[in-house]
């Protein structure tokens, strides 16, 4: 499975759009994106996933670049219940598992 | 609603002894997971099960087993607990081995 790289950490202001940036340059055809997040002592929680269209539901949209290179997650009204962790993770068709790494910690600000 | 639940959702034990933690779903799914969980390794994999008496080694198996006798429940039992096995534990299950996972609210062991 190809390797993500995420900021560190990010702040947003209530109420606005919270974009968090994953890159993943050595993404292969068959991988798709994932998005996770892990508020504080609780488990992950799907967001969301992709191949190469741009998606959307309930909680968020996915943007994934042309060349797959790259993606942005977009929390289209952030609130203070979004402050979490948010994970990028690029899996396979057959892939057993979910390699989380070390995220992005969203700050929601009031 | 459908849902998966952790049971217990925290547990010290002594080193040596034999622990079990539970997990049972009620999405019908037939893949399930287990997780642990440590600081600066995200989420690592323990043994995996894709239908009844189907099991599989994870990334860190040793020390852990897992059966399933019916689709709704995964235990994972610890044989003999080890102070390096004090972890938050995850259980996940999915539709499919292409879908996504979803995650149970985790289990705090305490090994001391």
């Known amino acids: 499975d190809a390797k993500t790289t995420q900021p560190t950490s990010m702040d947003c202001a209530e109420g606005r759009a919270a974009n968090l940036p994953c890159n993943h340059s050595?993404?292969?055809?068959?991988?798709?994106v994932y998005w996770y997040r892990q508020i504080h002592s609780q488990g992950p929680q799907y967001i969301i996933h992709?191949?190469?269209n741009n998606e959307t539901n309930e909680m968020a949209s996915l943007i994934i670049t042309e060349d797959r290179k790259s993606s942005t997650l977009i929390l289209p009204h952030a609130t203070l219940r979004d402050t979490a962790v948010y994970y990028c993770?690029?899996?396979?068709?057959?892939?057993?598992?979910?390699?989380f790494g070390t995220g992005t910690s969203l700050t929601v600000i009031p | 609603d459908a849902e998966i639940t952790q049971s217990p959702r925290h547990k010290i034990t002594e080193t040596g002894r034999q622990v079990t933690l539970a997990c049972h779903q009620t999405?019908?799914?037939?893949?399930m997971f287990w997780y642990r969980q440590d600081l600066g390794h995200g989420l690592r994999l323990i043994h995996y099960?894709?239908?009844?008496?189907?099991?599989n080694k994870g990334e860190v198996s040793d020390g852990y087993s897992v059966s399933r006798s019916n689709t709704e429940d995964l235990p994972l039992t610890l044989e003999s607990a080890a102070s390096s096995q004090t972890s938050v534990y995850f259980c996940?299950?999915?539709?499919?081995?292409?879908?996504?996972?979803?995650f149970g609210p985790g289990t705090r062991l305490t090994v001391t």
């Open positions: 996940a299950t999915s539709p499919g081995k292409t879908y996504e996972q979803y």
């Open positions: 993770i690029v899996r396979g068709f057959t892939g057993n598992q979910f390699y």
């Open positions: 999405w019908n799914h037939n893949n």
């Open positions: 992709g191949l190469k």
């Open positions: 099960s894709y239908g009844v008496h189907d099991t």
């Open positions: 050595t993404i292969s055809g068959n991988e798709y």
